[in-house]
């Protein structure tokens, strides 16, 4: 077939015109100094972000370590690029992303995650927001090309967001996920509309070890938010209809 014969970019730019996936855009004279807010805890990964930021030219760079913090960052820089592993912090899924970018609509989210569904990518994607994709995993150079796009003020989607969003649709039929003992638990929790820090007081734990156990949870589901979630322990009897809690 002839559409087989167009690379990806082609295609892609049909589908997803507002997004740009390749080359680099010059430098535009006047402009000034863009504002980004990194919202990562983890130590390593806001330093290999500081110094790739560090050849980009004319940016400042802040850096959030908490959500509480990230919206104060946001309050006094709301036309900022915020590079936000939301899985770090306590944010839901999409529908709590898609509401910080309503309350800052100025602002471009580059989503940098280590694991993102189809169903959440597109979910993201349909909005129409100002919302960039990156997975941690990806090459530096793709990384830079990220940066560079968002910074000129267009969208990206990285090169394995676009496989996902074009790949033919898989089989409804899953295979049944094998949770331990502990995420079934918190699943279960999460279901009757626990918060992440309510479910670590309940179970003497640290916040950050119930939020490991959830991003475990999300990505063994090929899930990305608390509804789908609460979908999956109704459907597998975890909890009961009457329990869930809107």
């Known amino acids: 077939m002839m559409m087989q014969t167009y690379n990806i970019f ?17 430098q535009q004279e006047g402009t ?4 980004i807010i990194i919202a990562d805890n983890q130590d390593i990964t806001r330093a290999g972000l500081l110094h790739v ?14 959500k509480s913090e990230l919206m104060h960052r946001l309050k006094a820089c709301p036309e900022a690029v915020v590079i936000l592993d939301y899985t770090l912090f306590d944010f839901s899924g999409a529908a709590d992303l898609l509401v910080l970018g309503q309350r800052y609509p100025l602002a471009h989210l580059i989503l940098w995650s280590e ?15 100002l ?17 560079d796009y968002v910074l000129h003020g267009h969208r990206f989607l990285c090169q394995h967001a676009a496989d996902l969003l074009l790949a033919p649709a898989a089989s ?42 959830r991003k475990n949870i999300f990505r063994k589901l090929g899930v990305n938010n608390v509804h789908e979630a ?5 459907r597998s009897g975890l909890v009961e209809a009457a329990d869930y809690c809107i």
Request: aromatic share 8%; charged share 25%.
């Open 131 to 147: 919302v960039s994709v990156l997975m941690k995993d990806a090459r530096l150079s793709e990384i830079e090309q990220c940066l």
């Open 32 to 35: 000034k100094m863009k504002q």
């Open 53 to 66: 930021l560090s050849r980009m030219g004319e940016v400042s760079c802040q850096v959030a370590a908490g």
């Open 230 to 234: 609460m979908r999956y322990a109704m």
């Open 172 to 213: 409804l039929d899953r295979d049944v996920v094998k949770l331990t003992k502990t995420e079934t638990e918190i699943l279960k929790e999460i279901a009757l509309g626990l918060t992440t820090r309510e479910i670590a007081e309940k179970r003497f734990s640290s916040f950050h070890t119930v939020n490991t156990h």
């Open 115 to 129: 694991d993102l569904s189809i169903g959440f990518i597109r979910s993201i994607v349909n909005a129409g927001r």
């Open 10 to 26: 082609f295609i892609f730019s049909i589908i997803f015109p507002t997004f740009a996936l390749s080359g680099r855009i010059k």
